[in-house]
T-cell receptor
Framework: QKEVEQDPGPLSVPEGAIVSLNCTYSNSAFQYFMWYRQYSRKGPELLMYTYSSGNKEDGRFTAQVDKSSKYISLFIRDSQPSDSATYLCAMSITGANSKLTFGKGITLSVRP | NAGVMQNPRHLVRRRGQEARLRCSPMKGHSHVYWYRQLPEEGLKFMVYLQKENIIDESGMPKERFSAEFPKEGPSILRIQQVVRGDSAAYFC??????????????FGAGSRLTVL
């Protein structure tokens, strides 16, 4: 079993739709959870960063962490064509100076 | 304020040659990470370095790969005697180090290695 599993996609939605992206993980030591967005031929950029369980909202984006289920989600409201990208979940055990373990990524396409 | 700078952006090598990839971290960042992204795969951790020290190289292949981050100059990822399976995008990331939140990484645009 991989440490981090992410729905493989790809995912195609109409503009304005609510998008739900999910990851599961097996290592209960993970405490820090991130979502990165990667446009084609570019480096990943950080979207959301959360510590432990709970919700975090930033504009149209909401990140949820359920440590009891080892499950994290990213919700995108009112999706836009500019949201079309690959979304990668990532997690780490400590908050400082440690490697991130990434999911495979899911490619999202938002149709105008 | 330049971000993480990687060069070359694209590199083509023949089997058996050497590849050198360079990474200059963000200003003020003293911690560097290298990740590899194979087609249809996520980012895989390779190595974590601070100035003049390798902190974690658990993701580095045992042979042909090495990394350094000297006191002066960029971090270098070196691949000797490249094989076709080394073809991938190699991403460098940096962080300021320190307390909680220091594992928030800023990534460069990547170096894409093609081995013929």
């Amino acid at each position: 079993q991989k440490e981090v599993e992410q729905d493989p996609g790809p995912l195609s939605v109409p503009e304005g739709a609510i998008v739900s992206l999910n990851c599961t993980y097996s290592n209960s030591a993970f405490q820090y959870f991130m979502w990165y967005r990667q446009y084609s031929r570019k480096g990943p950029e950080l979207l959301m960063y959360t510590y432990s369980s709970g919700n975090k909202e930033d504009g149209r984006f909401t990140a949820q962490v359920d440590k009891s289920s080892k499950y994290i989600s990213l919700f995108i409201r009112d999706s836009q064509p500019s949201d079309s990208a690959t979304y990668l979940c990532a997690m780490s055990i400590t908050g400082a100076n440690s490697k991130l373990t990434f999911g495979k990524g899911i490619t999202l396409s938002v149709r105008p | 304020n330049a971000g993480v700078m990687q060069n070359p952006r694209h590199l083509v090598r023949r089997r058996g040659q050497e590849a050198r990839l360079r990474c200059s971290p963000m200003k003020g960042h003293s911690h560097v990470y290298w990740y590899r992204q194979l087609p249809e795969e996520g980012l895989k951790f390779m190595v974590y370095l601070q100035k003049e020290n390798i902190i974690d190289e658990s993701g580095m292949p045992k042979e042909r790969f090495s990394a350094e981050f000297p006191k002066e100059g960029p971090s270098i990822l070196r691949i000797q005697q490249v094989v076709r399976g080394d073809s991938a995008a190699y991403f460098c990331a940096s962080s300021p180090g320190g307390g909680r939140g220091a594992n928030v990484l800023t990534f460069g645009a990547g170096s894409r290695l093609t081995v013929l």
